[in-house]
Nanobody
Framework: EAQLVESGGGLVQAGGSLRLSCAAS????????IGWFRRAPGKEREGVLC????????KYADSVKGRFTISSDSAKNTVYLQMNSLKPEDTAVYFC???????????????WGQGTQVTVSS
């Protein structure tokens, strides 16, 4: 069974940094776009950033450009979300995702984890 398990969330002051991890298991293929979404209280889910498996390009939400980066360690089947210069509006549950190629990895996903809470205090 395919699983994604996030960790690394917590409470951080505005301007601080946090790194989230996502461990993948049970996937029989590497042919997925990998990414991160978030859901803030009272708001719709938002695609944060993702890597296209077809061309390796990274897509970002405008709200996180220049502050968030994504990386991966294939040996550990782990994806990381490095978040710098955090703002109170970044407060949300963050969850990692896998999307079938060609379906817009910032707009949708086919697999997702349970999420980890990130709270940014002002």
């Amino acid at each position: 069974e395919a699983q994604l398990v996030e960790s690394g969330g917590g409470l951080v002051q505005a301007g601080g940094s946090l790194r989230l991890s996502c461990a993948a298991s049970g996937f029989t293929s590497d042919n997925y776009d990998i990414g991160w979404f978030r859901r803030a209280p009272g708001k719709e889910r938002e695609g944060v950033l993702c890597i296209s498996s077809s061309d390796g390009t990274t897509k970002y939400a405008d709200s996180v450009k220049g502050r968030f980066t994504i990386s991966s360690d294939s040996a550990k089947n782990t994806v990381y979300l490095q978040m710098n210069s955090l703002k109170p509006e970044d407060t949300a549950v963050y969850f990692c995702t896998r999307t079938f190629p060609g379906y817009g990895c910032l707009e949708s996903y086919d697999y997702w984890g349970q999420g980890t809470q990130v709270t940014v205090s002002s």
